[in-house]
């Protein structure tokens, strides 16, 4: 979970296939075309806009099998979302990183739909988690290799704690 260009697909599928898991939801082929359309456009998505599309993840997270997806998830209300949806517990790899970071990385992006003007939106509603969430914070300063590490590790760790 984060921001847009924080890294949630490249890090999502290093660690899917790092831990063997082989459901790996990429959370914007999710998104109806009406949400697709706004954020081309360089609207943000409200809430009502979001509710559908997180239920979508949550549901692609349900079931026995593990499955690592890539979301934004920027508030506490959406993570919960997904919880509720998935009907199992959820845990979350926070990719946070310095704005100017971020900036980079999405000026650099090419052929994605989210434009470089919705940053500072989603900059804006991020909630991140909070010591009673069940997730963990890594910096997308580091290289995506320790990233996808760390995370498996903690993952790793909570699967047999």
């Given at each position: ?153 903690w993952l790793e760790e909570k699967s047999h704690g």
């Open positions: 979970m984060g921001v847009t260009s924080c890294g949630k697909t490249t890090v999502g599928e290093g660690l899917a296939q790092k831990l063997g898991i082989k459901a790996f939801v990429e959370g914007d082929r999710l998104h109806p075309e009406a949400n697709i359309a706004k954020m081309s456009a360089g609207i943000a998505l409200t809430d009502e806009d979001r509710w559908p599309w997180l239920k979508r993840i949550g549901a692609e997270l349900a079931g026995t099998e593990g499955a690592i997806a890539s979301c934004s998830a920027l508030k506490r209300s959406y993570r919960e979302c997904i919880v509720r949806a998935a009907g199992r517990p959820v845990a979350f790899v926070f990719l946070d990183g310095a704005r100017g970071l971020l900036q980079e990385r999405i000026d650099a992006r090419k052929g994605h739909f989210m434009p470089p003007s919705l940053l500072d939106s989603q900059l804006r509603t991020l909630e991140p988690p909070v010591a009673d969430e069940d997730a963990l914070r890594l910096d997308v300063a580091d290289d995506v290799p320790h990233l996808i590490s760390q995370a498996a590790t």
